[in-house]
């Protein structure tokens, strides 16, 4: 969701911004541009459309400048169109800005500066900002030596809402300013050239050093140096971070697509998953978790607060958690928890999920539990994302970067990292006997090889994909732990093919959603549950009976069963299952969104970390 890069060095800013934008695509964006310090002027490029567009801009390949500013734009304030892409500068085009997050007050800012003579040509929020810079620049109190810092500081001090921004200036052709609240922002340090990213990524082919800047931080970067402020504009060192992920893992490595090239990653990002979390015969350990018995033991209650597919995770989770840990878990939308008062105090512990560790409800929920006494807990995927750097206690997934928008590994990763994390507590709480435990760790420990099992056949999937990508509707029912399945296979589905689909309990079917079971329509069913496969094996039946095609995901030998396709996987411990029983799901919706000739990595309308509320 919006993306920004920038650069201050020696060489041809254009072509590194361009290609930084282009890391950045999978975030999902309508606009796109750049803006360029050259011969005393800013050089703005910009339109709707893709990064590529850029590149056949008139001008745009004779830019020499070597500090620039680039953006994607993911339209909230004014439709897509040249006018509303960013950079935006102000009147006098001696600032010029591009902006990631929403300001919540600019109408009241824009009214501010109507009434002092400023104009606007575009309906952003973003446009207040370089005219408030202007303003202050020649109005304000300045607070530091540097005039640029203090206009740029007192222009933040006026904004509400969420905000990264990157400034740049002719009139100090040697330098960019930056300033984050609530939306992320890197820099990566290299040689004579700094960089500055939305994520890691965009950047990685350049350097590997990189500073997080936290919240309401400034910093002042010239090729050679870079110089950081807090919010009241004191200097600070700051330490520099070595990301240990390299350029190559984040290509696409000879896959069509990254959401295939992930689906494919799974054995490999569980096991990076697992490391030396545990072995059998030997407890569970996490290096970088330190939670007493003595905190554990006075826990009544535990909240896992999420949004999609991480929020799925947090369902599979919660089983595991209960059964293990002998401890209720409510699972939630951060979006909703964060506006409904929930029951917690010190007793209670929250755990967040986020792959990116940036998604704007996820943060804003934790920040209320913590305001709340309760301690909180991030699970993520970005070491030093925002969410981790708001919560008491951080674990991490490990899966490596996941580009494509419709997430796969880091769901399989948020699952495992959860199991392992019950049976952490169980072994501390002594809640299950070690015998249980042992059993489930060895199950763990097969999921790689079992999911390999899973992927060396997608033909049978592959087939079906064919059969059903012209459909209007699917459903996808389940029972116990593969209801939760079946609400991340419909969500894969809706997300990549565009195609309308519902997620039931199987047993709520009788309840009403069969009114829609007609000709045709295709039911998918997850049966992995021993238990209840009987009574899922009935439901499906009643779909069958009114015309369904339907086809079943199961590790059941199934009896006199007509079900269209059946894909067997292998079998493992229920609290899991939905690990293996996703694969078959996340192919699927791959395979009809190829067959409906869409992109499949970045899909309509959808951003990869949803930075704003
Ligand atoms: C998953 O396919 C989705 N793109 C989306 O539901 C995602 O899981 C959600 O936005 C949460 O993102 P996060 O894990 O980065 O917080």
């Given at each position: ?321 209960e059964k293990l840990c002998k401890i209720p878990v409510t699972v939630d939308i951060a979006s909703e928890f964060r506006y409904r008062d929930p029951l917690i105090d010190n007793k209670t512990l929250c755990i967040y999920i986020s792959q990116s560790g940036e998604t704007a409800d996820t943060i804003a929920a934790l920040k209320l539990a913590k305001s709340k006494g309760a301690k909180t807990l991030a699970i993520s995927n970005v070491i030093g994302s925002s969410i981790t750097r708001e919560a008491d206690y951080s674990i991490y997934t490990h899966a490596g970067p996941e580009i494509a ?9 948020q699952v495992v990292l959860l199991s392992i994390l019950a049976m952490h507590f169980a072994e501390i709480l002594n809640s299950v006997t070690p015998e249980e435990i042992e059993k489930l760790k060895s199950d763990i420990l097969d999921l790689p090889t079992k999911i390999e099992t899973i992927l060396e056949n997608t033909a049978e999937i592959e087939e079906f994909a064919k059969k059903v990508y012209t459909q209007k509707d699917m459903f996808f029912l389940g029972r116990g732990v593969d209801q939760t399945v079946a609400l991340e296979g419909s969500l894969k589905l809706k997300e990549i ?117």
């Amino acid at each position: 969701m919006c993306g920004i890069v920038g650069y201050v060095g020696n060489k041809k800013a254009t072509p590194i911004l361009i290609n930084g934008l282009v890391c950045l695509e999978y975030r999902g964006y309508d606009s796109a541009g750049i803006a360029v310090l050259e011969n005393n002027k800013v050089v703005v490029k910009k339109d709707k459309g893709r990064v590529n567009n850029l590149n056949s801009l008139e001008g745009i390949d004779t830019l020499e400048g070597t500090i620039g500013i680039a953006h994607t734009r993911w339209a909230t304030h004014g439709k897509p169109s040249k006018e509303n892409s960013h950079p935006h500068m102000d009147n006098s085009e001696n600032f010029a800005v591009v902006h990631n997050g929403i300001i919540e007050n600019y109408n009241e800012l824009r009214q501010f500066l109507m009434e002092k003579g400023y104009t606007f040509l575009s309906q952003t929020d973003t446009e207040v900002i370089p005219n408030l810079i202007h303003y202050y620049f020649h109005n304000g109190v300045h607070i530091h030596e540097d005039k640029f810092l203090s206009a740029v500081k007192a222009a933040t001090d006026d904004l509400k809402g969420s905000y990264a921004i990157e400034v740049i200036s002719p009139m100090f052709p040697d330098k960019a300013i930056v300033v984050r609240k609530d939306s992320p922002l890197v820099i990566g340090k290299a040689e004579g050239e700094n960089f500055i990213a939305s994520d890691i990524p965009a950047i990685l082919s350049y350097t590997k050093n990189f500073y997080l800047l936290d919240d309401k931080e400034f910093a002042v970067i010239y090729k050679d140096a870079i110089h950081f402020f807090d919010d009241s504009l004191i200097e600070h060192n700051k330490p520099v971070k070595n990301i240990e992920w390299d350029a190559a893992s984040v290509g696409k490595d000879g896959f069509e697509d990254f959401m295939l090239k992930e689906i494919f990653e799974q054995p490999n990002s569980i096991r990076e998953t697992i490391g030396s979390r545990f072995r059998l015969g030997e407890p569970c350990s996490f290096d970088d978790l330190e939670i007493s018995k003595e905190y554990l033991s006075t826990i009544n209650k535990i909240y896992i607060v999420a949004c999609g597919t991480a929020m799925h995770a947090g369902l599979v989770g919660k089983i595991a958690l209960e059964k293990l840990c002998k401890i209720p878990v409510t699972v939630d939308i951060a979006s909703e928890f964060r506006y409904r008062d929930p029951l917690i105090d010190n007793k209670t512990l929250c755990i967040y999920i986020s792959q990116s560790g940036e998604t704007a409800d996820t943060i804003a929920a934790l920040k209320l539990a913590k305001s709340k006494g309760a301690k909180t807990l991030a699970i993520s995927n970005v070491i030093g994302s925002s969410i981790t750097r708001e919560a008491d206690y951080s674990i991490y997934t490990h899966a490596g970067p996941e580009i494509a928008v419709a997430s796969t590994k880091a769901y399989t990763s948020q699952v495992v990292l959860l199991s392992i994390l019950a049976m952490h507590f169980a072994e501390i709480l002594n809640s299950v006997t070690p015998e249980e435990i042992e059993k489930l760790k060895s199950d763990i420990l097969d999921l790689p090889t079992k999911i390999e099992t899973i992927l060396e056949n997608t033909a049978e999937i592959e087939e079906f994909a064919k059969k059903v990508y012209t459909q209007k509707d699917m459903f996808f029912l389940g029972r116990g732990v593969d209801q939760t399945v079946a609400l991340e296979g419909s969500l894969k589905l809706k997300e990549i093919s565009y195609i309308h689909s519902e997620a039931y309990a199987a047993g709520e079917l009788k309840h009403g959603p069969i009114a829609l079971i007609e000709n045709d329509v295709t039911v998918i069913g997850i049966m992995t549950d021993s238990s209840l496969v009987e009574k899922s094996i009935s439901n499906l039946q009643e779909v069958i009976t009114r015309g369904a095609k339907t086809l079943v995901v199961t590790n059941q030998v199934l009896p006199n069963a007509h079900f269209d396709f059946v894909v067997t996987i292998p079998e493992t411990n229920p609290l899991i299952s939905p690990i293996l029983s996703v694969v078959p799901l996340q192919l699927l919706s791959y395979y009809i969104s190829k067959n409906k000739g869409l992109d499949v990595d970045k899909p309509r309308n959808l951003a990869k970390s949803v930075t704003v509320e």
